[in-house]
């Protein structure tokens, strides 16, 4: 069962990005990714919490200083749970983070980390060919 706490959270932050208040959501997904209790929550949880927040609708093209600081923020748990998990799609969130961050030396390899991942378990994936787009762009 998920952690009510960060459901309630994560509920909140993303009636504020919906309400445009992109900055205030941003502000709110950092705070929830550097708070130690963000650890201890169920991997799945964790994960949720980060997709929503990376992939976010509405996005500005241009990261703002809130938009980077929550990206900043959530590196730390998705290294975390690339190295714990090697999950493709973890690798894919944390590329993004360091494109938003204008680190893509970095980005590009960890997408092709993921993309190495994900093509030894399903090449014909979906995420296989996002990974590879994403690597293609950089």
């Known amino acids: 069962m998920a952690n009510e706490t960060l459901v309630q959270a ?73 190295e714990v998990h090697r999950e493709p799609k973890d690798h894919e969130l944390l590329g993004i983070c360091h494109v938003v961050l204008g680190d893509e030396a970095t980005a590009s390899a960890i997408f092709k980390a993921g993309l190495t991942l994900e093509r030894e378990r399903n090449p014909q994936s979906d995420l296989c060919g996002a990974l590879m787009k994403r690597v293609s762009m950089l």
């Open 10 to 82: 994560i509920k909140a932050l993303v009636a504020l990005g919906k309400d445009g208040n992109m900055d205030g959501a941003y502000l709110g997904y950092r705070d929830v990714f550097v708070a130690p209790a963000f650890f201890g929550y169920r991997v799945e949880d964790q994960r949720q919490a980060l997709r929503l927040m990376v992939m976010m609708k509405g996005a500005p093209r241009q990261p703002t200083p809130a938009m980077i600081e929550a990206h900043r923020a959530a590196i730390v748990p998705l290294k975390q749970l690339v």
